[in-house]
């Protein structure tokens, strides 16, 4: 896809997803549909400085494509971030966004003939949320889809409601939401561990690995281990995709 124009956007929602977590709907009038890819991004242009490269910030689009003009963005606020803070302070419903996309290619295969891995911490769940709804509303045939997404603890979950019934509705689909600062009936720790032991059951104790594909996304300590390690258990780099949000 060739590189967008700049596009204005208006808000049209604000929710707060959780005590530090909001989502913004954005609305391209220009355009009759907001065309993308489910795991694509935006790039917003933020009035925080001068220079236009250090006003640029992106986003992954949350929402799936619709066939609407208007798009979703789940967006943590971070202490002393220029842009967040500008997002959460400035930016209501009826402001004006400038925007160029969608860009990337951290995007779903033609045909999703190996299992799934979608490996997530905080905002990172964003890409995932709207390919798994993509699939199903598209009833596109998969081998098993595991959204492994991390998170401190129970306050941080992004939208966990809507995954749990998700996960009721579409066949194959295991939501592993964990906590590395709090206990609970779900997973602990880090998702390092689960996503392992995923691939190690599923290998039925044999040495040998079961085809699957990796998606990472979120920042850079996550991405780098879980790429290493999913390396370790056998499987090749060309088995992992990323999206590095820093
Ligand atoms: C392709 C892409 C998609 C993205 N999608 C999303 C998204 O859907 N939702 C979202 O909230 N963000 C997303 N981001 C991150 C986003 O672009 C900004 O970097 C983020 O919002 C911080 O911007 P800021 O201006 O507030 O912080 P800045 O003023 O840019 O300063 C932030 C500094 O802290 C570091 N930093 C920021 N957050 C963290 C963190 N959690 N852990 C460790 N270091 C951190 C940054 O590397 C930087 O050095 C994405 C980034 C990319 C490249």
Same mark, same amino acid.
């Given at each position: 896809m060739?590189?967008?124009p700049?596009?204005?956007?208006?808000?049209?929602r604000?929710?707060e997803?959780?005590?530090?977590t909001?989502r913004?709907?954005?609305?391209?009038?220009?355009?009759?549909?907001?065309d993308?890819?489910?795991?694509?991004?935006v790039?917003?242009?933020?009035?925080?400085?001068?220079?236009?490269?250090?006003?640029?910030?992106?986003?992954?689009?949350?929402s799936?494509?619709?066939?609407?003009n208007e798009?979703?963005?789940?967006?943590?606020?971070?202490?002393g971030?220029l842009?967040?803070?500008y997002?959460?302070?400035?930016?209501s419903?009826?402001?004006?966004l400038? $925007?160029?996309?969608?860009?990337?290619? +951290?995007?779903?295969? *033609?045909a !999703?003939?190996q %299992?799934?891995?979608?490996i /997530?911490? @905080?905002t990172?769940?964003?890409?995932?949320?709207?390919?798994?709804?993509?699939i199903?509303?598209h009833n596109?045939?998969?081998?098993?889809l595991?959204?492994?997404?991390?998170?401190?603890s129970?306050?941080?979950?992004l939208?966990?409601?809507?995954?749990r019934? $998700?996960?009721?509705r579409?066949?194959? +689909?295991?939501?592993y *939401?964990? !906590?590395?600062r %709090?206990?609970?009936?779900g /997973?602990? @720790?880090?998702?390092?561990?689960v996503?392992?032991?995923?691939?190690?059951?599923?290998?039925?104790?044999?040495?040998?690995k079961?085809?699957?594909?990796?998606?990472?996304?979120g920042?850079?300590?996550m991405?780098?281990?879980?790429k290493?390690?999913?390396?370790?258990l056998?499987?090749?780099k060309?088995?992992?995709?990323?999206?590095?949000?820093g």
């Amino acid at each position: 896809m060739p590189l967008q124009p700049w596009r204005k956007g208006t808000v049209t929602r604000i929710e707060e997803e959780t005590w530090n977590t909001r989502r913004f709907w954005v609305k391209v009038a220009e355009v009759d549909s907001f065309d993308f890819l489910p795991g694509q991004f935006v790039t917003l242009d933020l009035p925080i400085h001068e220079k236009p490269n250090r006003r640029w910030r992106s986003y992954s689009i949350a929402s799936w494509p619709d066939g609407t003009n208007e798009f979703e963005l789940l967006i943590v606020l971070l202490d002393g971030g220029l842009g967040t803070t500008y997002l959460f302070n400035e930016v209501s419903v009826g402001s004006e966004l400038m $925007l160029r996309g969608p860009q990337g290619v +951290f995007t779903l295969p *033609p045909a !999703l003939e190996q %299992e799934l891995y979608f490996i /997530c911490t @905080g905002t990172g769940i964003a890409p995932f949320r709207s390919m798994l709804h993509h699939i199903e509303r598209h009833n596109i045939p998969h081998r098993g889809l595991n959204l492994i997404f991390g998170t401190r603890s129970k306050r941080d979950l992004l939208y966990f409601d809507e995954l749990r019934a $998700l996960e009721e509705r579409l066949p194959d +689909f295991r939501f592993y *939401p964990t !906590l590395s600062r %709090e206990e609970w009936e779900g /997973c602990c @720790g880090y998702v390092h561990p689960v996503y392992e032991e995923r691939i190690r059951a599923r290998a039925h104790g044999l040495d040998t690995k079961h085809p699957a594909h990796f998606y990472l996304c979120g920042w850079k300590a996550m991405v780098d281990e879980a790429k290493e390690r999913i390396i370790k258990l056998g499987y090749d780099k060309k088995d992992v995709t990323l999206e590095l949000y820093g």
